[in-house]
């Protein structure tokens, strides 16, 4: 069965920039998947940050960007700030009415 | 405006059952894909049922045979009957909208609108 894999933790200074991954264990990430990232605060049910690879959902910031680099898809999050200290997760579509998530990477800003 | 508005979580025995339901309003359960994804405390995501427009319907492996997805048009909800509940079942459970093909007829695939979550427990 196919496993898909992120960072357990990154961190990133105010102002910096960071780059979250998803990669799945059959195969290399492609825009066939559709991946898409979401970001979750304690308490919250998860927000959609970006789809289809590289499409920001309504009313998300543009520093925050996704798109496929070699194998994996990814995240990166430029000029970051303290309200972005989160959980972001990665979803992918398996195909044959079948999703899988990320076991997801905690960000800390400090 | 989109809402997704979750009932029926609780406390459950091992072996019990339970059924889950989510009204759905700003949307027609009929025209759109509505999945259910848990979250196990301290834990990521993980997608368990998805119906779609034609009926068609989906399991992860792990509810595949106890869990099954069934919607109401004339309600326009979804639910999710969840039965020989395991230890492992416990989670929040969120109903989603799934954003299938967008206006342009591209696909998208992606989880859009979440309900609020609601709880399961199964323990003795």
């Known amino acids: 069965q196919s496993v898909v894999t992120q960072e357990s933790a990154l961190s990133v200074s105010p102002g910096g920039t960071v780059t979250l991954t998803c990669a799945l264990s059959s195969d290399s990430v492609s825009t066939g998947y559709y991946p898409s990232w979401y970001q979750q605060s304690p308490g919250q049910p998860p927000r959609t940050l970006v789809h289809?690879?590289?499409t920001r959902a309504s009313g998300v910031p543009d520093r925050f960007s996704g798109s496929i680099l070699g194998t994996r898809a990814t995240l990166t999050i430029t000029g970051a700030q303290a309200d972005d200290e989160a959980d972001y997760y990665c979803a992918l579509h398996l195909g044959s009415g079948i999703w899988m998530f990320g076991g997801g990477t905690k960000l800390t800003v400090l | 405006e989109v809402k997704l508005v979750q009932s029926g979580g609780g406390l459950v025995h091992p072996g019990g059952s339970l059924r889950l339901s989510c009204g759905v309003s700003g949307f027609s359960v009929s025209n759109n894909y509505v999945t259910w994804v848990r979250q196990a405390p301290g834990k990521g995501p993980e997608w368990v049922s998805i119906?779609?427009?034609?009926?068609?319907?989906y399991y992860a492996d792990s509810v595949l045979g106890r869990f099954s997805i069934s919607r109401d048009e004339m309600k326009n909800t979804v639910s999710l009957q969840m039965n020989s509940l395991r230890g492992d079942d416990t989670a929040i459970y969120y109903c989603?909208?799934?954003?299938?093909?967008?206006?342009?007829?591209?696909?998208?695939?992606?989880?859009?609108?979440w309900g609020q979550g609601d709880l399961v427990i199964v323990s003795s």
């Open positions: 989603v909208r799934l954003m299938a093909y967008d206006e342009t007829g591209k696909y998208r695939g992606y989880f859009q609108n």
């Open positions: 289809t690879t590289v």
């Open positions: 119906i779609y427009t034609a009926g068609s319907t």
